[in-house]
């Protein structure tokens, strides 16, 4: 079953020029896009370290894109305030770490915050169950997080397909999200799958033909 939502696109900033990220933020408004994908990591939950809420902060008068931030944090309660503060339009958390996740988006959502769960590759289907009413947006990572230009992991579109299945069993309408070696190959298996929100980094900062690129992905 495709997506009653219609496809976006969510560039990594991830992927940018970090001397430049407010350049970068151009090249996606420039491709005609509405939404930035904001990748937060903490050095514990994920072996990297990106860039904190005082950057997303600094960015957000540059651009009127929606912010898509996704913490990959081991306490990401902790955060959400800061990442408020700093403009966030949504916030997304993952499902793994010991925090109370439940009480975490209801107070993201109390904010006025759009709110999600992350899911990494080889985390059930059946841990986002209980979440789904509460979300916005549910990401499915396709490769483990933590770094950009990884292969994308196939074996994750089955689980795609049953979260799209209850979207349409339980008649709601959360965005899926995707994120993680998302291509012109790898993006119509999503869409395929019931995925409507396009998470790439590398493959949309090096695309050459920009417009092609958008539409390919988006399958518009
Ligand atoms: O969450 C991430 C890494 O943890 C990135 O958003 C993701 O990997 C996108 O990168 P690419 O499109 O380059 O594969």
Redesign the pocket.
Known sequence: MLSPNACLLAP?I??GDHANLAASLKEIESADLKWV?L?I?DGHF?P?LSFGPQTVKALRPNSKLFFDV?L?LDNPDKYIDAFLDAGADQITIHVEPDYPVMETLDYIRSKGCKCGIVLNPGTDAQVAKPFLEKCDIILC?T????????S?RDDVLPKIKQISDWRESMDLNFRLEV?????METAPLCIEHGADTM??????FKAVDRPGFVKKVTGR
Do not use: E, I, K, R
């Open positions: 990594s991830l992927a994908h990748d990591m994920v990297n996704h990959m990572m490769v483990q997080p933590g770094f950009g230009g990884q994308f994120d993680g070696g998302v291509d998470v790439a980094g590398t493959a949309f």
